[in-house]
């Protein structure tokens, strides 16, 4: 599966992004989906994910309250809601899929399908 991210942007701190993440698979219903990121120096970081059967979705500590998750199988995408934006979100955010895994994911070496990213900037 290919998946593509878009909606990347600048942003002062305290507002809001919707990242979206379209993937080529049309049975999409059967991959779960993860957002990480990765700002310059650092390591990539789980952000959000969300299962493939229920569409639960599960949160970093660090973004809880604040991002959301979704998915539209019917348009094959899932989403990332980040509101209440701050510099330390910036980073390059990328979308991650894997066939119908048991478990909740939080490593990236657990996702079989990266997008190249896109950029988020947050100032202050």
């Known amino acids: 599966v290919q998946v593509v991210e878009s909606g990347g942007g600048l942003v002062q701190a305290g507002g809001s992004l919707r990242l979206s993440c379209a993937a080529s698979?049309?049975?999409?219903?059967?991959?779960?989906m993860g957002w990480f990121r990765q700002a310059p120096g650092k390591e990539r970081e789980f952000v959000a994910g969300?299962?493939?059967?229920?569409?639960?979705?599960y949160y970093a500590d660090s973004v809880k309250g604040r991002f959301t998750i979704s998915r539209d199988i019917a348009k094959n995408t899932v989403y990332l809601q980040m509101n209440n934006l701050n510099p330390e979100d910036t980073a390059v955010y990328h979308c991650?899929?894997?066939?119908?895994?048991?478990?909740?994911?939080?490593?990236?070496?657990?996702?079989?399908?990266w997008g190249q990213g896109t950029q988020v900037t947050v100032s202050s």
């Open positions: 991650a899929a894997v066939v119908r895994p048991t478990t909740l994911l939080r490593e990236p070496n657990e996702y079989s399908y």
């Open positions: 698979e049309r049975t999409f219903g059967r991959y779960a």
């Open positions: 969300i299962t493939w059967n229920y569409g639960t979705a």
